[in-house]
């Protein structure tokens, strides 16, 4: 059946409102206990939307204009004096019931859901949007004028903060108009909109003719502070992007990061535990349920059949479920790690896996951004968590002390993503050691990995991170490699992929030098070890990042009303501050951009 010629349905992916019989017998079949909960008031649509994910090419960044952030205050300015001239018509909510659709019985087109609006003729151009699917967070759509939206985004469930993942669709598009989009209630004092990052898009039409998966757009983009005050003082923040799209009647899809669901991670290890070849070097085990009652798994990856005595490795991701890339390199890191290839072999006879996934499942589901059902950040429960406000942090940590008294264990790393960062670094702990041995796995990840940012490094034990995974664990199980592991949302300042987003591939080869470096740690001549050593001592690494104040903010604790010094300022002049800064760095950034994409190392 053609959606598209059905009258009030113009681009808008009906499969999303119903499921078949075909489907509801699948998922009768299928096992309930990976059946997706919300725990929430969020109801789910039937279906969920399915991408393809292509080869993409390597995407530049922007170029920022000089005048972007005046012209977009000038815009903000004319909204507030003009606001009586606007069209503030409610054109979507993720939970109120809808005026346009409420007396209209979904069973006569067939569906279960009807879409909060449908257009009235086809000359009818509103948009017609949906984030009622796993991971989004779209509560509300109004229009403003013809073609422009202002967004407002779900807060994590039980705070009233946090907004920074994005994840929605539009329907009903025209060809060649410009559109704009005001995402309004933003958190974070600065972002990486500022710095040449583009949003995520996928077009149905794309995807379907030419086979596109998803892929940057948008123009005119910034990201600055706002007139709207927060209850709690301070003022939000404005991301505000045109884009042109390129067919009529199209639905697309717009995040923040690729999307990576909870049903998405079901189905991958379900196809995992299925394959013969992975059989004997994987096993999938239960570690407990979270608060809304989905079930979080972890992995045991290694040579079971040989009796050599193997050092431990604990790999986790997705505490933050905004941080979708995580689950990315998570997914190859697995792939890798159970593989055929020769160093795949080293490493499953050496080592035993340990792997947790999604540490925020909830959190994944509900398209929160950071916290977990219980309103809180995971990655700040790992002194004391708690068994029923924070299950998974509680059962990973008694399988990391399960595995600490059972084996060697040499390394944990936690999968992040950074919001405010370019590259691919890593946070670690300094302790008293002084020959420095936590630098080591980091320096062995530069080596291996174009995109690894040593520079970046950090290993500070900062206050406010005590009850993060990489500290706590340090501290209480003596784990000299205890890491998180951060990738930025945008892409590369350095190297060849400069001036370039990040994209799968990339996350693929993070995931591959990750465990090439393993085996570099670890073996037992030491050679490249005894080679980061020796420039450790040479260039008095030593000393080098114990006290670096400015290289801090990890794991993404970046919210404007945390830092009190901000707070003492008065917004005009923190917005001044930070126009100056946004500003700064784009015009530094406006001459290097090269013409070509980079070429794909060999292999990949
Ligand atoms: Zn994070």
Redesign the pocket.
């Known amino acids: 059946m053609d959606f598209n010629t059905d009258e009030h349905f113009y681009g808008i992916n009906k499969s999303l409102y119903y499921k078949n019989e075909e489907q509801k017998n699948e998922i009768k079949k299928m096992d309930p206990e990976y059946l997706t909960r919300t725990g929430t008031d969020f109801v789910l649509l039937p279906n969920s939307p399915e991408f393809i994910n292509h080869n993409e090419p390597f995407e530049p960044m922007y170029i920022p204009k000089q005048t972007i952030l005046e012209e977009s205050l000038r815009r903000e300015i004319e909204r507030i004096c003009f606001a009586d001239t606007l069209l503030n018509k409610v054109v979507f909510d993720c939970t109120d019931p809808s005026p346009f659709t409420k007396d209209i019985d979904p069973a006569i087109y067939g569906l279960e859901v009807l879409p909060f609006y449908l257009p009235q003729s086809k000359e009818d151009s509103t948009l017609v949007f949906e984030s009622r699917f796993e991971s989004g967070n779209l509560r509300r759509a109004i229009q403003i004028c013809d073609y422009e939206y202002n967004l407002i985004l779900k807060p994590d469930y039980y705070t009233t903060m946090n907004t920074q993942w994005f994840y929605f669709s539009l329907s009903n598009t025209r060809k060649d108009v410009e559109y704009r989009f005001n995402i309004i209630n933003m958190m974070k004092p600065d972002s990486l909109y500022n710095s040449g990052m583009k949003p995520l898009m996928y077009s149905e039409q794309g995807a379907k003719q030419k086979k596109i998966g998803w892929f940057r757009d948008g123009h005119e983009i910034c990201y600055y502070q706002n007139n709207m005050k927060r209850k709690n003082g301070g003022f939000y923040y404005t991301l505000t992007f045109a884009v042109k799209f390129q067919h009529d009647f199209d639905c697309v899809y717009i995040a923040h990061c690729y999307p990576y669901t909870f049903t998405h991670l079901c189905r991958y290890l379900k196809q995992l535990e299925s394959d013969p070849a992975k059989k004997n070097r994987v096993k999938r085990k239960q570690l407990c349920q979270t608060i809304a009652g989905n079930m979080c798994d972890f992995l045991i990856i290694g040579d079971f059949n040989n009796g050599k005595e193997k050092k431990g490795i604990i790999i986790t991701s997705r ?2 479920p ?2 979708t890339m ?1 689950s990315y390199v998570m997914e190859y890191m697995i792939d890798f790690l159970t593989g055929n290839t020769h160093e795949a072999r080293i490493l499953r006879e050496n080592f035993i896996f340990k792997i947790v996934p999604m540490l925020n499942i909830d959190g994944v589901v509900n398209g929160n951004y ?1 916290c977990n059902l219980a309103g809180v950040d995971l ?1 700040r429960q790992w002194i004391d968590p708690n068994k029923k406000q924070h299950p998974t942090i509680y059962h990973t940590k008694q399988l990391v002390k399960k595995t600490k008294e059972e084996r060697d264990l040499v390394l944990f790393c ?1 999968i ?4 405010r960062k370019k590259n691919i670094f890593m946070y670690g702990c300094s302790g008293k050691d002084p020959n420095r041995k936590e630098l080591v796995f980091p320096m062995l990840n530069r080596n291996n990995c174009s995109v690894f940012s040593f520079k970046d490094c950090c290993f500070l034990l900062q206050k406010d991170r005590e009850g993060s995974a990489r500290i706590a664990l340090w501290r209480e199980l003596s784990i000299i490699n205890c890491y ?1 592991l ?1 990738m930025s949302f945008c892409g590369a300042d350095f190297g060849k992929y400069e001036y370039f987003h990040f994209n799968l591939d990339i996350y693929k080869e993070i995931a591959q030098s990750f465990c090439l470096s393993i085996i570099d740690c670890y073996e037992p001549e030491q050679i490249k070890v005894k080679q980061v050593m020796e420039e450790i001592e040479q260039n008095s690494l030593k000393n080098q990042q114990k006290d670096d104040k400015n290289n801090s903010g990890d ?2 604790s970046d919210y404007s009303n945390d830092d009190p010094k901000e707070q003492a300022m008065p917004q005009q002049q923190i917005q001044l501050q930070n126009n100056d800064q946004q500003l700064g760095s784009q015009t530094k950034k406006l001459k290097k951009i090269p013409l070509l994409p980079p070429k794909k190392k060999k292999g990949q």
């Open positions: 505490v933050h905004g941080e995580a950071r990655n936690d992040h993503g950074h919001s998180t951060e794991e993404g």
